[in-house]
């Protein structure tokens, strides 16, 4: 980095905001401006990172700042080694403020309320004028999702994201949807046969670098007792971290998987952790991928007949729909939303999310998997850790802390209301109209967990019961009242009430004890 007395702006670039065409660097002149980035050890401390985590964040903010370093932008970037670290995104933002002396800090849009707060402190603090410009990798602005909010008693994804279909013509004919329809639900919740999976291909994984392996090496010493486990290897590590191995996921998706993920994409399966899904959403939300190339990549495998059209609108549905969705939920809500708790949930969180250490397959699965890949995917995160929780009363803001913790894909404007919402519904049915909540029959259906689990998901009571069922008719049982003003439950209350009082005495006994286990 050349030394400087004085530049005219201070481009502030986050962990999660990696890409050189950002609007932050709309009129950037390498003459006049330099940029900011900074490894701090607080980012990873707040909640309790898993490794895979901060070696993803880290790693790929060291070949970002290789990209920038190549161009001869000046660049201040701070190390999580380097001596006279504060680490503190603030306490190092001011140095690096006092140091060039900048008129202005020019960020483009955060997705941590958290981390917006710190940056209106140091640029009040320091005089320096902080200028905060839109993010165009999303389809839609958070001032059009508050629009779309203005006026209506109750918020829905499909409305939101029939507009932004519209809006942006993605698969429309016209003024109508391709097909005739919507949405393809009903071809995209099927289970695989009692063979399992067929034709897997695996997915794209890229050897560490000599950066990411400097970086794991890191991560080994400096965050030894953080959960999981990290190596310089692709099965110890495997996930994109520069835009190159980026579009090369992405590709390898679209040609590989996307035709099955449809169908599948709600399906489980012992030891197989990746499936046909995209494996993308960490290299989108660090800004290495675009939300519209994606999307198009996807519209095109439908032109080319590489995709049916339920497995693509499927997917698109999550690109186009579901994350700029709950990133209006979350703009819109913060910072109220991080502490709500509709439900009174007060358990702590099982130790065994930590270890996996659990007699239950499932959850054994998908704890132990995430903790080796920092990866599961939504059925795992919603209809098993995030069920569980639910059923079990965990306090919501534990559950939070551990999603963040845990997923390389977890960023607060995605994770939070994915979690208080649609799995604890913690917030009372402001996202999700009703709690996503069921036996272990549901995953018995989805999955072949329950084959090699000695628990039954059949029973509620006595010693081979299943959890998942004895803490769902719980769970019914202690929020009858709540449950019965929502109109789809009425089903559940209903089976609900054909309990006698005898038998909802017997289940209560055994949540009892499975909470104090």
Same mark, same amino acid.
């Given at each position: 980095?050349?030394?400087?007395?004085?530049?005219?702006?201070?481009?502030?670039?986050?962990?999660?905001? *990696?890409?050189?065409?950002?609007?932050?660097?709309?009129?950037?002149?390498?003459?006049?401006?330099?940029?900011?980035?900074?490894?701090?050890? &607080?980012?990873?401390?707040?909640?309790?990172?898993?490794?895979?985590?901060?070696?993803?964040?880290?790693?790929?903010?060291?070949?970002?700042?290789?990209?920038? &370093?190549?161009?001869?932008?000046?660049?201040?970037?701070?190390?999580?080694?380097?001596?006279?670290?504060?680490?503190?995104?603030?306490?190092?933002?001011?140095?690096?403020?006092?140091?060039?002396?900048?008129?202005?800090?020019?960020?483009?849009?955060?997705?941590?309320?958290?981390?917006?707060?710190?940056?209106?402190?140091?640029?009040?603090?320091?005089?320096?004028?902080?200028?905060?410009?839109?993010?165009?990798?999303?389809?839609?602005?958070?001032?059009?999702?508050? &629009?779309?909010?203005?006026?209506?008693?109750?918020?829905?994804?499909?409305?939101?994201?029939?507009?932004?279909?519209?809006?942006?013509?993605?698969?429309?004919?016209?003024?109508?949807?391709?097909?005739?329809?919507?949405?393809?639900?009903?071809?995209?919740?099927?289970?695989?046969?009692?063979?399992?999976?067929?034709?897997?291909?695996?997915?794209?994984?890229?050897?560490?670098?000599?950066?990411?392996?400097?970086?794991?090496?890191?991560?080994?010493?400096?965050?030894?007792?953080?959960?999981?486990?990290?190596?310089?290897?692709?099965?110890?590590?495997?996930?994109?971290?520069?835009?190159?191995?980026?579009?090369?996921?992405?590709?390898?998706?679209?040609?590989?998987?996307?035709?099955?993920?449809?169908?599948?994409?709600?399906?489980?399966?012992?030891?197989?952790?990746?499936?046909?899904?995209?494996?993308?959403?960490?290299?989108?939300? *660090?800004?290495?991928?675009?939300?519209?190339?994606?999307?198009?990549?996807?519209?095109?495998?439908?032109?080319?007949?590489?995709?049916?059209?339920?497995?693509?609108?499927?997917?698109?549905?999550?690109? *186009?729909?579901?994350?700029?969705?709950?990133?209006?939920?979350?703009?819109?809500?913060?910072?109220?939303?991080?502490?709500?708790?509709?439900?009174?949930?007060?358990?702590?969180?099982?130790?065994?999310?930590?270890?996996?250490?659990?007699?239950?397959?499932?959850?054994?699965?998908?704890?132990?998997?995430?903790?080796?890949?920092?990866?599961?995917?939504?059925?795992?995160? *919603?209809?098993?850790?995030?069920?569980?929780?639910?059923?079990?009363?965990?306090?919501?803001?534990?559950?939070?802390?551990?999603?963040?913790?845990?997923?390389?894909?977890?960023?607060?404007?995605?994770?939070?209301?994915?979690?208080?919402?649609?799995?604890?519904?913690?917030?009372?049915?402001?996202?999700?109209?009703?709690?996503?909540?069921?036996?272990?029959?549901?995953?018995?259906?989805?999955?072949?967990?329950?084959?090699?689990?000695?628990?039954?998901?059949?029973?509620?009571?006595?010693?081979?019961?299943?959890?998942?069922?004895?803490?769902?008719?719980?769970?019914?049982?202690?929020?009858?009242?709540?449950?019965?003003?929502?109109?789809?439950?009425?089903?559940?209350?209903?089976?609900?009430?054909?309990?006698?009082?005898?038998?909802?005495?017997?289940?209560?006994?055994?949540?009892?004890?499975?909470?104090?286990?």
């Amino acid at each position: 980095m050349t030394e400087i007395s004085q530049r005219r702006h201070l481009v502030i670039a986050l962990g999660d905001q *990696l890409n050189r065409d950002a609007s932050a660097f709309d009129q950037f002149d390498p003459k006049q401006d330099a940029v900011w980035m900074a490894e701090v050890q &607080e980012e990873s401390t707040h909640i309790w990172s898993s490794k895979q985590r901060i070696a993803l964040f880290l790693s790929a903010m060291r070949h970002f700042a290789q990209t920038l &370093e190549k161009e001869k932008v000046v660049l201040y970037y701070s190390k999580l080694e380097d001596a006279g670290n504060s680490h503190t995104l603030e306490g190092e933002l001011l140095k690096t403020i006092n140091k060039c002396k900048p008129s202005r800090l020019i960020m483009t849009a955060p997705g941590d309320w958290r981390v917006l707060q710190k940056i209106k402190q140091v640029s009040s603090q320091t005089g320096a004028e902080l200028e905060i410009r839109e993010d165009r990798y999303f389809y839609s602005t958070v001032r059009e999702f508050f &629009e779309h909010a203005k006026g209506r008693k109750q918020l829905r994804l499909e409305y939101w994201y029939r507009e932004l279909r519209k809006k942006h013509s993605v698969l429309m004919d016209g003024d109508s949807p391709i097909g005739g329809e919507w949405n393809y639900d009903s071809e995209n919740r099927a289970s695989f046969s009692k063979e399992g999976p067929q034709n897997l291909t695996a997915p794209l994984r890229f050897k560490p670098d000599a950066i990411t392996s400097t970086i794991i090496d890191l991560i080994n010493r400096r965050f030894s007792s953080h959960p999981g486990k990290v190596t310089a290897s692709k099965e110890g590590f495997g996930w994109p971290v520069n835009r190159q191995e980026a579009l090369q996921a992405l590709e390898d998706f679209i040609e590989n998987r996307l035709s099955e993920f449809g169908q599948f994409q709600d399906a489980m399966w012992t030891d197989e952790p990746w499936l046909f899904h995209s494996h993308i959403a960490s290299a989108l939300n *660090l800004k290495l991928l675009s939300a519209q190339e994606v999307v198009r990549a996807a519209e095109n495998a439908l032109k080319k007949k590489k995709a049916p059209l339920a497995a693509v609108e499927g997917f698109i549905r999550q690109i *186009l729909g579901w994350r700029e969705y709950v990133r209006g939920i979350y703009w819109m809500n913060m910072p109220r939303y991080i502490e709500l708790n509709a439900l009174g949930a007060q358990e702590a969180m099982p130790d065994f999310f930590w270890n996996g250490k659990t007699p239950m397959h499932c959850l054994s699965q998908t704890i132990t998997q995430s903790l080796e890949t920092g990866y599961a995917h939504h059925i795992q995160r *919603l209809m098993v850790t995030g069920l569980y929780t639910l059923l079990l009363g965990v306090r919501p803001q534990e559950v939070h802390a551990w999603y963040l913790s845990m997923y390389v894909d977890a960023v607060e404007w995605v994770e939070l209301p994915n979690v208080i919402g649609m799995s604890q519904f913690a917030d009372g049915g402001l996202m999700a109209s009703k709690p996503y909540i069921a036996t272990g029959k549901y995953i018995d259906r989805m999955s072949n967990y329950c084959k090699g689990c000695q628990f039954n998901p059949e029973k509620s009571t006595g010693d081979d019961a299943c959890p998942f069922t004895t803490l769902y008719w719980d769970f019914l049982i202690r929020h009858e009242s709540a449950m019965s003003k929502n109109p789809r439950m009425m089903m559940q209350v209903r089976n609900l009430n054909r309990l006698s009082t005898d038998r909802k005495k017997e289940i209560q006994n055994q949540a009892k004890t499975l909470r104090k286990s």
